[in-house]
């Protein structure tokens, strides 16, 4: 259950968030792109953590977050209603309370553990004077007085160091990371060209980046798409898919080699397998025949003169 706390200038996300296999399933029901499903959830989530009752989602306009988001609003209500049972429950953000604490700097949990400590080094050891005691009593408040004395932004600047030095980057499974990292230059690309839905996860967009297309490609085909008034990802993938089809087979054409010639002599049953050699011969790119070659030309041609 969400509780009133005070306003909290930031939130957490959970170090799994980006590979979370429900974005893909909210994106298959709601028939739309991983990216946008992801980006609707941050608008949620933000609004939510600034909610009077944190973790509500009274707040959340679709029509605003589809502004927001380059999106229609249609899209953005077909994302929210598969998001339903999945990461919101009503309007309740799933798991809020586990994943948002009221408060972050734990220290009454260090300080119990600080007692437990000491407990364990002084067990055995009957005679502590009541000096010593009153000694250990203020050392032990020691920890929740520096707590009080450190400001929020403090704490939290010291909790992202110790996340960056803990944390490994994702991998992805089958997939080298320089196809990732052209994926996401190629979204941003198309973005900036005034494509809004993008995928860097599109199995097509993978495909042709696997047969060696190039970024300035899909800048290109994006410029097209908009000229044509159809500003639409697959769209601009088709162009490109296309493009390289094309080029593939004008390729493969320039180098086809014409079959040789069969060559026959009058007055010679069959093809001449000295003209035949020639004819094979001629097939080797040279600028021309040399004067021997055309001295047994000419020698070969005169009884069909004669």
Request: aromatic share 4%; net charge neutral; with cysteine.
């Amino acid at each position: 259950m969400a509780t009133i706390h005070q306003r909290q200038p930031w939130l957490r996300l959970w170090t799994d968030m980006p590979n979370d296999p429900k974005w893909r399933t909210i994106a298959k029901v709601s028939k739309q792109s991983i990216a946008s499903v992801m980006a609707v959830y941050l608008h949620i989530i933000v609004s939510a953590s600034n909610a009077t009752e944190r973790g509500r989602t009274h707040d959340v306009c679709n029509e605003d977050v589809a502004n927001a988001l380059d999106l229609e609003c249609e899209q953005v209500d077909a994302i929210v209603n598969a998001m339903q049972g999945r990461v919101l429950d009503g309007d309740q953000v799933s798991g809020w309370d586990k994943r948002q604490p009221g408060r972050e700097d734990g220290s009454a949990e260090r300080a119990k553990e600080w007692r437990e400590a000491k407990k364990q080094a002084n067990k055995g050891d009957l005679h502590v004077s009541g000096a010593d005691s009153v000694s250990t009593e203020r050392t032990q408040t020691q920890p929740n007085a520096a707590e009080r004395n450190r400001t929020l932004e403090e704490r939290r600047g010291e909790e992202i160091r110790e996340e960056k030095n803990t944390q490994t980057p994702p991998t992805f499974a089958n997939e080298p990371s320089t196809s990732v990292t052209k994926a996401g230059a190629v979204c941003v690309v198309l973005k900036s060209e005034r494509i809004p839905s993008v995928n860097p996860s599109h199995p097509e967009l993978l495909a042709l980046l696997a047969k060696g297309a190039e970024v300035g490609q899909f800048t290109a085909a994006a410029q097209i798409a908009v000229k044509a008034g159809k500003p639409e990802f697959a769209y601009v993938l088709g162009i490109v898919k296309r493009q390289m089809e094309s080029a593939a087979a004008i390729a493969a054409t320039s180098m086809t080699v014409p079959a040789p010639i069969a060559v026959t002599v009058p007055g010679r049953p069959g093809v001449d397998p000295t003209l035949a050699r020639l004819d094979a011969e001629a097939l080797v790119p040279r600028k021309g025949p040399s004067a021997e070659e055309r001295a047994r030309i000419a020698e070969l041609l005169k009884p069909v003169v004669a």
